[in-house]
């Protein structure tokens, strides 16, 4: 192998390696961004128990093994808060995710251009 397709063979190496990595990490956000739609979910089922309940209605918090008595708008307001907090992860994990992948088309193409490259180099030896 000549020093320029090795050259070009260390390039689409490197491109493949930093393809690789970015699979991985977004492996993980897609992991993430499901455990927070799961959590969107069990909140807004809580919010929408919440709100059939009527001012007389008692509501308990958990803490550990003791079951405390909350208001019923300070629940409401928490869990509120919870959804909110929640939905601004997930559209960050959206994001970061739709970056990921542009990010590896890049790298996809370049390591497509590399090895036509790599080709064209070893067939005219």
């Known amino acids: 192998m000549d020093k320029n397709s090795a050259a070009l063979y260390?390039?689409?190496q490197g491109e493949v390696e930093s393809y690789?990595?970015?699979q991985k990490s977004c492996v993980k956000v897609v992991k993430q961004r499901a455990l927070l739609e799961?959590?969107?979910n069990e909140n807004k089922c809580v919010m929408d128990e919440l709100n059939l309940l009527g001012p007389d209605n008692k509501v308990y918090k958990l803490f550990g093994p003791v079951l405390v008595k909350q208001e019923l708008?300070?629940?409401r307001q928490n869990v509120g808060k919870r959804i909110e907090y929640i939905s601004k992860e997930l559209k960050s994990s959206t994001d970061t995710?739709?970056?990921m992948e542009k990010d590896?088309?890049?790298h996809r193409e370049a390591v497509a251009k590399y090895q036509q490259q790599w080709q064209v180099a070893a067939a005219m030896k």
């Open 10 to 12: 260390k390039k689409m």
């Open 104 to 106: 590896m088309l890049k």
């Open 73 to 75: 708008e300070d629940s």
């Open 97 to 99: 995710l739709e970056n």
């Open 20 to 22: 690789q990595t970015l």
């Open 38 to 40: 799961s959590q969107l």
